[in-house]
Every structure is written in C-alpha cells, then in structure tokens.
C-alpha cells in the first residue's frame, strides 16, 4: 500500500480501497482506537473483504461490546484476516460474534479451535449441562461452529465438498442435541428406539447454510412395549426434536425441520416402523418418493436402527427405475417443479433463481439423479448420495462424456458457492441473485473477482446457467450411456446382460437386436470396422434421441451395409457432425425416410447443410425432369423412371427438411405439389411422345391436352401420401375428326397413369381421375366444348365446391387458361351461390360425415372427416368463397388458408374465427404428414397403438412422455375449430 498515489485526506484514501463512504468509514477507524486509520496491515485486511463497509461496521460494534478486542486483533493478525473475511460477507454471523465475543477464538488457526470436541459431542453436551436455556444453548453452540466452519470455507481453506459435508454433520449433531432435549421433555423416551433419517442435502452430507433440514422417523418399541404405545411416545418425541429447533427464542431458530417426504407426505403418519415403511413403498410409492430416498442416510437417534432402514429401503430404490414408465415419470415430475416454480416466483425473480431456475441446481441434480437411478441398478459404483461425487462415478463409468462431466461440476460448484455467499449474508434461506450493484459487487469479491466483480460474476454465472441448462437438456430428457457405445472399453468389462440393460434405460425396446446390430457394424479389423466404432459412440446417443432408437439403427446398419466399403460415406459422417446427427435422427424418425434412403442411399451426402435441404425452384426441377425425358428419347419407360427417381430424391430433400424444421407444414404443401406438377408435365410428355411414336409417319397428335390439378393438388396442399386428383381436357386441332382427336387424348392419358403406375423402388404418384364430370362412369378426357355442356345443364352445386380447387397444373398452357376461364363463372357465382345450394351443400357435408368415416374411427380423432379437421376448414373456407368470391376478386384462390386470411381482409371472417381455424388445419395436416413419416405409409387418424402415437407426438416436437398432451393438444384445437365451424358454416 505504500507505494500507492496519495490522496489528501484519510477518507479520500478510505474510498480509493473500497469503502462506499471514506467519510463514515475513517470515523468507525477512529472509534477502534489511535491509529486504526493509519494501520496499513487492518487497511489491507478490510480492503480484502468482500464487503469492507460491512467488514468495519461488524468490527466497530464488537470493539463497542469488547474493547479489549482491537488489541488482541493486532496481537493475532491471521484472527484479525479470518475475522474480517467473515465479517465482510455475514452480517449475521458478525451479529452473534457481536452478541458472544468469546467466540472469535473459534477463528484461531489451530485445528481444534472449531472447540474442545467435534459437532456430534459439542452440540449434546451443550444441551445436557443442565443449562437453564437449552434451546439458548443449543443455538450458540451451533453458531459457534458455523462461524469456524464459514472461515475456512471464505478463505479458501476447505473445499465445496468439505463445508457442505461440514454443514449436514453440525445439522446432524444439532438434530442430536433437539433429540435429546425431546427426550428430557417425554415420559416414557426409553419405551422407544427412534433413529432420525436425513433426506436431501442432509442426508446426502451436501447441505447448504439455511435450508430445511429433510427427515423421515423410524421407530421400533422397546423389546416388551406395545407397538401402537411406542409410536405415539415416538410421536411425541419426533414432534418435540422439531419444536427443539424451529422455536424461536432470544438466539433465534436454527432451522426447519421438514418430515414431508415421508409415506403419504403431510397427512401421512409422521412416525412409522421399518416395516410399515416397506409395505407402503412395496405398494404405494411413487416415483419421486424413490428419488428421495436416493439421499437418505441415518442422522440421529439410534444409529443401528437406522442402518437397517436404509438397507431396507435401498433394495427396492435400486430397482426402481425397472418399474414401467420410470424415466418418463421422473421427466414429468421435473417439468411440473419447473412449471410450479415460475408461476410462484416473485415478479423479476424467475430468472435469477439459481436453484429453480434454468440452469440451476436443480437441473444438475436431477440429471444426475435419473442417471444414477437408470443405471445404479446394474453398476453399484454410481450408488453415491452426494451430487459431485454421483457425478465423478458417472463420468468415471462412461455414462457422463468427461467433457459434460467437467462442464456440470464446474456449474455445480460455482453455484453452490454462490448459494453459500447469499445465505452467509443474513443466514436466511434464499436462492435468489439479487439486482443490486452493491449486493452483486459482495458476490463477486467473495468469489475473488476484483476488476469488475458485479460484470465478471454476472457474466460467469450466466455462462455456467447456460453451459447446465444446455447439458440437463442432453441428459435428463435425452439420457445417453455413452459408456454403452464405447464398444471397445465396455464389451470388456460388461456383460451382454448388463449392456442390454443400459441400452433399455437409452429407450431401446429391442436391446437384444440393438447389440446384434452393434456387434455387426464394428466387428473385424477393417478400416470400416475401425470407422464405425468411432461413430457408434455418439450415434447411439442421437438414436436414443429420435422418437424410435430401434428403427434408426436398423436404418444405419442397412444403409451401411448397402453403401459397403464407399470411402465417401463413413468419412462423411466421420468429419461433417452435424451430417451424422442429422442422418441419426430422421433414420430415428420413422420408415419414410429411410425407404427412401435405401433406394437411394447416395443421398446421404445432401445431409451436409441447411443449404443442401433448400427448396429447389420448380423452373430448375422441370427443366431437370424435361432433359431427362429428352434424353431416354423413345424409351418412355426409362424415361419415366429416372423422372420418379428425381421425384424420390426431392421427396427426401423436402422430408429432411420438413423433420430438421426448415420449412413449415404450408410450404410442404406448395413444395409437394409442385414436385407432383412437375412430375406429372414430364410424364405427360413421355405419354405424348409414346402415343406420337404410334401414328402413322410419327404425325403429330391431332389434339392438344392439359391436366387440371383438382383437391389437394389443386389446393397446393399435397401431403406427403397425396394422390394427384386432376382432370383431363383436350382440344382438337383444326381439320383434325373429333374421333380420332378423342382416341389420341384417351390413349394419351392412359400412357400417363401407367407409366407412373409402373412397379419401382420409388413412391408411386397415383392419378386419380375420379372428380371429372360422372365419376368413373364418364369419359376419361372431354373436349372444353364437352365441359361447357355438361357443367350448363347437369353439374351438381358439389362438383362447383370441387372446381374452386382447379388449377392448371400440366400440358398444353393456352387449353388449361381455357379451362380455368371456363369454371370460373361456375365456381365464382355473381351473386353468389342459392339458399337452396347452401342447404345443398350442407345437407352433402352432413351425409359425409355419416357415411364415410371409417367404421370404427373416432370423429374427435379423424384429422380429415372428424370434428374440426381438415373437411370441417374446408368447406368452411369453399363456402365463403361460391358466397363471395364473384365479387371479392381475392377469395378467387385455390388454397385454403389463403381464402381464409382473404375472407378476414374482407370482413367476412373474424380475425379469432380464422386463427382458430388455421390452427386445426395446420395441426391436421402436419399429422397427417408426421403419420405418413413415423408408419411410412398414409393414415387420416391419430393412432391408437401407444407406441405409434408417441413417436407421431415425438415427431411433430413433444416430449418422449408427452402423447397425452398431443392428443389434448389436437382436442383443444379441433373441438375450437368445430364450434366456429358450426357458427359460420352451419347458421345463416
């Protein structure tokens, strides 16, 4: 400090070191007698502390209360540093040294200046000196400790893991000493065996400075006393030990001492026997109460008997996690502790809570509870009570990766720290960062940051909120046993048994098959062997992720073996990460994908970026399919086969897309329906050219033809099941007869639908003709002069709703304008449509209800025909369109939502009434969508099989154990659908 600037007052050097207010400060120095302020060595000692206004105020007020202090302080400067660096953070503690100055001697540097015996023998022997305030006694005792034990933890002197087994032991010795003074309170104490088991952080020798101490009572009688008389004395004497440190007296309380983890919680009996506590957790328990007992471990009372209850219970928490639903049970119960701690949190405090929070303490501990408990069960070395430690085994066993290992530990510590530094402060329970400059100034100088301590803290603590945030996320909702994929190190030490084990804790339901197709991918010496058992590593954690870890790796092992030795793939996934993982989950997804996959396996290589899955323009992709059919010239069929094959690689592009949430379920529509477009023209061509090849002379045709998009594709609303719904129209050429015009359009047609009929690795694209004039009865192609009859004189108000979905999709350009122009006085009715079509119309919707929803199919689940599915918002939407599109030139659109958003702009739909709509029939179509990708195949209703429709409710985002919720979900918003369905479709 002597080689420090020079300031001209004793208050401006005061401020220079720390202090708030020099002024204040050089007053309180004065006060400690003649030099104080000058005293470089106590000026160095304050400065140091986290707080030295605290620090010198604390001191000002035991120099008051014993002026003998100053003296020995300078007699002793590593008391005076110790003392200090208390006071500087504890106001509290500095309060009880105030109140019991003998105390400081607990600060000395020898080992046993904590006093003359450890916590276990101090603390009782406090209360049974036939002192005249037991309870008095008891809590100087135990503060006399906690200040000891406070030094070493602030200088750095004992480790986290010291001071928080430090502090469950003096909580325990406390609940000893409460224990015997309920004994000296209860008649009868000796009738009894009670043993005190601590849960939580005390049961864990993890305990933090305030909190409440968790217990749970065992009792046996005495040998001759009756059971129902030992229990209430036992009663009484838990009630009493409770009392004992809770009261409030002149030396305040100690702690709550909670028993709420016992059986049936609150309102269950506070005091039960061994067996009673089996029975109940044999039959009763829930998952969460096996969580707790995880911690549990004898605290007070009688030892033995509390050894054997742990024993006892152990069993049975080891075996916990094979009951059904474990994991998912434990999962939900963290969301709800989640969902209740920011609906209780004070306004501003959510997201500054370090123990609920995200990223908090919580997070860690419960990540590293299920991992303990799902795996614990076959590997005894990760049976540890304490966080840390837990942590170390799993790291150690290969459970944790040692980076995700660090990473939490570190968070872990940090954060426990900080929890210490905030309880120091006033010894109150709380789990808050405050948002004072000053307060955060004190947090971070006792944590050691001097620059800017308020910035650096805040900056670290974030960072470490966000580094555990990320890492529960990775394990506690998706748990990876990484030591499973470490083939080479686990085989080893393993057993087929219990690699089969942690493979099901990972969610694999075949573990058996899983490690047949393990064993395959990595056996041998080859290069490719050597690759795979790099890969499989972290390959069989994102398959653990994706909604069906079985199939993905079935998928893997097929595609490997498919691809064989190519040098490009395995090294591919090797170096791109983001390649793998993405492979891994959509493989995990569902069939859809991987058939498309292992027809074309090459296609993995598209996987590489976000860029890769971009939509391709539709001009690139005609011109595309418009060179191949070129180039196969006469041979239509392999024309058309290389056209399907470019129609497999885009419907994978746009799958992959769609899965890694790159485009939304409307752009899958547009993009789907252009691929068919697209498909369709080049098909149509092929078919021109084959029919051509037959005339006489390779003539030209003697008419022109187009395709009409009708339904889905004419919506632009294809799903990826969709069959293309059109319509065929032909025009002769002049001079050409009407007969031989008509033969050349049928046989034209006929081409078109074989060839992409014709059998092929790749999706069929079936056409679908039956919405032309008649139905199947009537002829496949017609002349426009042949529409124009038939829609003047016999087309039903339907086929009129059917037209509003017509759109030039394919074929001859001028003939489909035509076309549209010709509809459109049709489906565009100035006027608008009767009242009669109205009731027409609904009479039709009605009789579709009834009659063409599946037998057996649950209307509420039905996303195309049920309650507030995709019918109920189309016909809603067609309806205001023959009412108004005459004269509303912007409801004249083939799509959906876009009549719908239209119909608002016009006010002729209100802006909820649309939103609710919208919402039904995204979430229809992307079921639908979600279902064509999880069973690779089509299917209009929510699955009833538990399994398909988690992985459909994991396909479109929820949560493994959130198939409930989707089915909630698609309840809420279809039965909101269908109330403005029935309000603006159905009444006048």
Known sequence: MGSGPRFRTTAGRLAALGFADGARAERLLRGLGPGAADDLELLDDLAAAADPDLALTSLSRLAERDP?????????PGLRRRLLRVFGLSAALAEHVVRHPADVRRLGDTDDAGGTAPPHEELPRAVKAGHEHPLDALRVAYRGRLLRLAARDVLGEASLIEVTAGLADLAAAALEAALAIARAETEDAGDVRLAVIGMGKCGARELNYISDVDVIFVAEPAEGVDETHALRVATRLAQAMMRACSASTAEGSLWEVD??????????PLVRTIDSHLAYYRRWAKTWEFQALLKARPVAGDLELGHAYVTAVGELVWQASARDGFVEDVQAMRRRVEAHARTNARAGEADRQIKLGPGGLRDIEFAVQLLQLVHGRTDPRLRRRATLPALAALSEGGYVGRDDAKALAEAYTFLRRVEHLLQLHRLRRTHVVPADEADLRRLGRGLGMTADPAGEFTETWKRHARQARRLHEKLFYRPLLQAV????????????EAAAARLEALGYADPEGALRHIAALTGGVSRRAAIQRTLLPVMLGWFADAPDPDAGLLGFRQISDKLGSTPWYLRLLRDETAVAERLAHLLGTGRYVTGLLLHAPEAVAMLGSPAELGVRPAAALAAEAAAAVGRHGAHTESAVTAVRA????????????????????????????SLADVTIQAALDAALNAVRDKMPGGADLP???AVIAMGRLGGMECSYGSDADVMFVHEPRPGASEREAAQAAHAVAEELRRLLALPAPDPPLHVDADLRPEGRQGPLVRTLASYRAYYS????????????????????DALGRDFVDLVDPLRHPVGGVSPEAVREIRKLKARMEAERLPRGADPALHTKLGRGGLADVEWTAQLIQLRHAAAVPELRTTRTLEALRAAVQEGLLGPADEAELARAWRLASRIRDAIMLVRGRAGDSV???????????????YPPDGSEDFVDDYRRVTRRARAVVERVFYED
């Open 68 to 76: 003998g202090i100053s003296a020995a302080l300078r007699a002793d």
């Open 259 to 268: 028993a709420g983890l016992r059986p049936e919680g609150r309102i269950g």
């Open 485 to 496: 994929a470490r083939l080479p190190e686990t085989q080893a030490r393993l057993s087929p």
């Open 646 to 673: 470019l129609r497999r690689r885009e419907l994978l592009r746009t799958a992959c897309a769609d899965l890694s949430g790159l485009i939304d379920v409307e752009e899958v529509g547009r993009v789907l329906s």
């Open 703 to 705: 008419t022109r033809i």
């Open 793 to 812: 004189r016999w087309s039903s108000h339907w086929e009129a709703q059917a037209l509003l979905r017509a759109r030039f999709c394919a074929g001859d």
């Open 943 to 957: 699955p009833t099989l538990v399994k398909e429709r988690t992985l459909v409710a994991r396909t479109l985002g």
